[in-house]
């Protein structure tokens, strides 16, 4: 299953050549990740106490495509792999047919000292559910 | 070569947990790459006109171990190979002697209208100055 | 006529006290603006050219209260004077019947050479008719 | 007595019009209390636990002329007025000789639970030897 988020491009993304900045890139991913625990896992990051939380250990990108100011892109969330204390997901945006960048990342749950610790049951297997059928 | 640059971790670098939220190490990084281009290519940002510039066309992060407040990081970067419109670099933060995060990224070189350009002769010529020699 | 907008406070809003870091208000209240050109003026940001835009030039915020990480703010803006080259609005940010912050600020339109420009008659026109009646 | 603190204008910083975007503008003054913090107070930000701190209470900002992508500002804090839980500044910010802007902001300390709590004794020591003699 895909989850998705409409993002415009905002003046606040942009850069001097007109186009988003690419750290402003990963504050969209991050929020569409944000959404995704909050919309689908219905276990949202402000619900975490202290250092606990969903910090991403590795993210791979490719900008495949400059976005403008003003650009429409909706943003797609893929869960791609189920760990004990990890998920590693697949992420796009596109601009109508146009993709604008793609993403591979792995989050891990990490306690209150900020070690990684089992996703409680409940939540794993919500993820689990959004695990791509394989084709 | 290395180039390297000195980065103590501020309070906008922080997220509710205490760390950097990763979102901001890539604007160190770019940071880092805007003062490689300024100090030792001699070939700073702000001299780029229009939509000329070198943005990043693919990046690959592992973030090894959270910064906290306050820590003084080491960000180096060693280019790792020239081409005809663009270039790739490694890069590492470190705090003291422990590792914080290591990335590989590609720049490339685009005009005014955002297409890839050749790097001007004495830009490519300082950029294979700074290879690596082979081990 | 008040123009309102809607935001969640995200994780990249918060700093580590947990609370909404003041430059992330001001980015949402720049994006309220934007919005408000877009939505109401129907002038988007995106439709200036080169350095053509409305920057802020002065600006005062009260923070009355913090703002927790996963507060709905309701942000509402109200024009309050019309000139020829600018304009000025009050902005506040409610969570339920608790006011966060309260701003004023003034814009100016300016030109590609970031000079002073006249409003255009038809946005001039839409401006004014958003002032508050008088008591 | 002026803290002082230089800060280039770097590419993270610009908008679309090549300007620094004004919220970036207080990310810089916040850079600017945390140095004199850190430098000055010798209490720096990290040092801070759970939600205590020092919140921005009220801020008014001119923002006198624009700054452009390499521009060299030299920015300046004063010490204002020092209270039981609180402290005014004043902060200017010079590229050579031309003023970009002025502020006036004040700081509340804050306990872990959020609410004012008056200064350490050496902390207002060293805050009112700041403070500007009388002319």
């Known amino acids: 299953m895909t ?36 919309d689908v896992l219905e276990w949202p990051f402000e619900s975490f106490v202290g250092r606990e939380g969903v910090p991403t250990a590795s993210i791979e990108t490719n900008f495949v495509a400059p976005s403008l100011h003003g650009d ?34 792995r989050l891990v749950f990490v306690n209150d000292r900020g070690r990684p610790q089992p996703w409680p049951d409940a939540i794993k297997a919500k993820l689990e559910r959004q695990l791509e059928p394989a084709a």
């Not at 791609?80 to 945006?93: D, N, Q």
């Open 72 to 105: 429409h892109l909706l943003i797609a969330l893929v869960v791609e792999r189920v760990g004990k204390t990890s998920f590693s997901y697949r992420m796009t945006a596109h601009c109508g047919e146009q993709k604008r960048f793609e993403t591979r990342a």
């Open 3 to 38: 989850f998705e988020m409409k993002q415009k491009v905002l003046f606040k993304h942009c850069d001097p050549a007109g186009i988003v900045f690419f750290p402003r890139y990963f504050e969209m991913m991050n929020d569409c990740v944000e959404a995704f625990f909050s």
